[in-house]
């Protein structure tokens, strides 16, 4: 079994967010295998669902305990299921990273993110693997504002394109594992242009 848990914030004032890319993730993994993740699960504080990849069953969460506190959420189904740490895939936003790239991570501090950060000191190791989704630089100063904000048009194409690969990287994490993945969605592709791709300054 594995734990797919894409971060962002609940309800509609959020969804349309560049911090709510994680939620986009899982939404088009559950339509792709035609799972609902609509359904309330009161004991792990998040909506959630079930899918399959051939043999391997995989959970689909989506906290709603608002960003921060991710990993309340996650770490209660990680221990609800007695999952090993190695099955577990965290999927978020990334202020380093241009709209449109994606990276995968096998560890590492979460870099400002503080969901991240919550769900590696609920689950008490930074060895958790993350597939990061770029939402464009900003400026620290404006970190809240930037991620709160919505996807400029000239940005739709490359964050869904962004959305569809990165789901395509999940199901090669499910199918071969962490370093397959990495091997296959590391290398830069050839991806539809689209701002971002210069910094605008430093992140936090």
């Known amino acids: 079994m594995k734990l797919v848990a894409g971060l962002g914030n609940p309800g509609p004032r959020y969804a349309p967010s560049r911090h709510n890319v994680g939620f986009g993730v899982v939404d088009e993994l559950a339509q792709r295998w035609s799972c609902?993740?609509?359904?309330?699960e009161?004991?792990?504080?998040?909506?959630?669902?079930?899918?399959?990849?051939?043999?391997?069953?995989?959970?689909?969460?989506?906290?709603?305990?608002?960003?921060?506190l991710s990993g309340r959420s996650v770490g209660a189904i990680?221990?609800?299921?007695?999952?090993?740490?190695?099955?577990?895939?965290?999927?978020?936003?990334?202020?380093?990273?241009?709209?449109?790239?994606?990276?995968?991570?096998?560890?590492?501090?979460?870099?400002g993110h503080?969901?991240?950060a919550d769900v590696l000191r609920?689950?008490?190791?930074t060895e958790v693997s993350r597939l990061r989704v770029g939402i464009?630089?900003?400026?620290?100063?404006?970190?809240?504002?930037?991620?709160?904000?919505?996807f400029a048009p000239e940005e739709r194409e490359p964050i869904e394109w962004a959305v569809k690969r990165a789901a395509d990287a999940v199901e090669r994490w499910v199918r071969a594992g962490?370093?397959?993945?990495?091997?296959?969605?590391?290398?830069?592709?050839?991806?539809?242009?689209?701002?971002?791709?210069?910094?605008?300054g430093p992140v936090s």
């Open 114 to 116: 503080r969901g991240l």
């Open 122 to 125: 609920h689950l008490g190791t």
């Open 136 to 150: 464009g630089r900003v400026h620290r100063d404006a970190t809240v504002e930037y991620v709160l904000s919505r």
């Open 178 to 200: 962490i370093e397959a993945a990495m091997n296959e969605f590391n290398s830069k592709p050839d991806e539809p242009s689209g701002p971002g791709d210069s910094p605008a």
């Open 78 to 111: 990680w221990r609800f299921y007695k999952l090993a740490i190695s099955d577990v895939l965290v999927v978020h936003d990334d202020l380093d990273l241009p709209v449109g790239r994606i990276r995968l991570r096998t560890k590492g501090s979460a870099g």
């Open 36 to 40: 609902d993740v609509t359904r309330y």
């Open 42 to 68: 009161q004991r792990f504080e998040a909506l959630g669902g079930e899918g399959q990849v051939e043999s391997e069953k995989v959970l689909l969460l989506k906290p709603v305990t608002f960003m921060n």
